[in-house]
Structure formats: C-alpha cells, structure tokens
C-alpha cells in the first residue's frame, strides 16, 4: 500500500477532505507535508510504501501575518 492509496482511501471515508487535501487536478496542496512514521516523505511523490501499523501524518504550513 502507499501513502496515496491511504490519501484515496480517506477520501473515500471522508469526502469533504478532499478539497483540503488535494489541488483539483489531484495533485497534493502545496501547503501540506507528509510524514510516514515521523520520516518525512516527497510530497511530489506520495509513491511510499507504508505497512500494517505504520502511522501517517498530513501537516499543514501555517502562514499570515
């Protein structure tokens, strides 16, 4: 499984997330990083592996001023 079969399928549990999640040509925001296990992914590539047990985490960059 990777990380953007994980993505899909939080989606697919929760559909109002995807407008948060992804650009509308499916591509991950910009604003947003991944973390597999607290290891930091490619957000350009969200082809990681991950396995039973492994943790996700979707941090978002907070911005203003």
């Known amino acids: ?28 925001r910009k604003y947003l990083d991944i973390f597999v296990n607290l290891v930091e992914t490619d957000p350009d590539d969200l082809s990681t592996q991950v396995r039973n047990g492994d943790e996700i985490h979707i941090v978002m960059h907070l911005t203003g001023g």
Not at 1 to 28: A, I, M
């Open 1 to 28: 499984t990777t990380v953007r079969e994980c993505l899909d399928d939080f989606v697919n549990k929760f559909p109002l997330s995807r407008e948060w999640l992804f650009e509308e040509d499916g591509e991950l």
